[in-house]
């Protein structure tokens, strides 16, 4: 089999509620591979708030896609080597990880459609059902509509949610949490992210105030650059740290691990060079005991979660307008059942790629 085209296309995607709060739209770079005897993948990777759509793009079709074409793509391995080793002046982080991801996603998709199976069974599967847990809690939200949007998900079965705490002021993080404690009871267990925005002294202040509500993890504590600040905050709190969505590569998550900087360990899928990389973050961190929980895209993290004996939870939040993707996985008292249709299992809705064309 030999790849002989490989399709890009930008979207400009409005978000819906409540992703619509921080951001008004996301961009979606899409990659197409097709092989002679008609094989074709999908992948995406997504630009939230829109920034840097076009420079992902631009970096696949002039870098990396010279490097497949004409390639035989069941060469996953070797192919992703290529790609990542393809560029000395440019290290595979920020964009330049989304890019890998997007042909990286494609190529397992391709691979799998032409063994006939969904990638968790292709990998060696350990679950066909993954709990997952209800996500957002944005700070403009009043306390009355964080409780109701929790309860939404705990109404389809979440045994767990996550909030952001964002206000500067701690006092009013631990109030918003408590109030949420209180409204849910012991049943439904929390979470909560701090998307980088304390320095460690605020972090480690913040989460003495949250000690009391038997937290699942703290998330994302201080800036994601800056390993060495995660574990300082890591060892000095007692609540389990988890981080991730913003590294890249099995090199960062090793440095997070040996350094005990999070006992959750949670990359994107379509930032963290693909699923090829994705895999390698999770059996590490099964190495060092460590559970890994992705970050948003859970119709791609499913089949990672279905196929790592140290996957936790999916996380479960609407980013998908309801005409973009066919195949998309629903909740279902709690969990994703993982679809058994081949390769991920998703492809881009009839006349979405003209209504969201950029
Ligand atoms: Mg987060």
Redesign the pocket.
């Known amino acids: 089999m030999k790849i002989i085209a490989i399709d890009t296309l930008l979207l400009r995607v409005p978000t819906p509620h409540p992703i619509r709060l921080a951001f008004a739209e996301n961009q979606l770079v899409i990659v197409t591979i097709r092989a002679d005897e008609g094989a074709t993948g999908f992948g995406y990777t997504i630009a939230f708030g829109g920034g840097g759509g076009e420079a992902i793009q631009s970096y696949i079709e002039t870098k990396l896609k010279p490097l497949l074409l004409g390639e035989d793509p069941h060469f996953v391995e070797r192919l992703w080597e290529r790609m990542y080793r393809g560029d000395r002046g440019v290290r595979r982080v920020g964009l330049a990880g989304y890019a890998v991801a997007a042909l990286d996603i494609a190529l397992w998709d391709l691979v799998a459609k032409a063994a006939g199976l969904p990638l968790f069974k292709l990998w060696g599967a350990v679950s066909d059902r993954i709990p997952a847990y209800g996500s957002g809690g944005y700070p403009m939200y009043p306390v009355e509509e964080l409780i109701a949007e929790a309860q939404r998900y705990v109404a389809e079965g979440c045994q767990y949610y996550k909030m952001k705490i964002h206000d500067p002021d701690p006092q009013v993080n631990r109030r918003r949490v408590e109030a949420l404690r209180k409204a849910l009871g012991d049943k439904v267990r929390l979470m909560v992210?701090v998307?980088q925005k304390c320095n460690v002294l605020g972090a480690i202040r913040q989460a003495e105030l949250l000690e009391e509500f038997d937290l699942v993890w703290y998330?994302?504590p201080v800036l994601a650059d800056d390993i060495a600040a995660c574990a300082e905050v890591a060892r000095s709190i007692r609540i389990p740290v988890a981080t991730g969505?913003n590294n890249y590569t099995r090199f960062e998550f090793r440095e997070i691990l040996e350094r005990k900087a999070a006992h959750y360990v949670?990359p994107d899928i379509c930032r963290a060079n693909g699923f090829s990389e994705t895999m390698k973050i999770g059996h590490l961190a099964g190495a060092h005991q460590i559970a890994i929980s992705p970050?948003v895209p859970h119709e791609l993290s499913l089949h990672v979660l279905g196929a790592l004996s140290n996957g936790f939870l999916a996380e479960y939040i609407d980013w998908v307008p309801a005409d973009l993707f066919e195949g998309m996985p629903h909740c279902e008292d709690g969990h994703f059942r993982i679809p058994d249709r081949p390769g991920h299992g998703i492809a881009l809705a009839p006349g979405a790629d003209k209504k969201y064309r950029v």
């Open positions: 992210d998307n998330e994302e969505e949670m970050h």
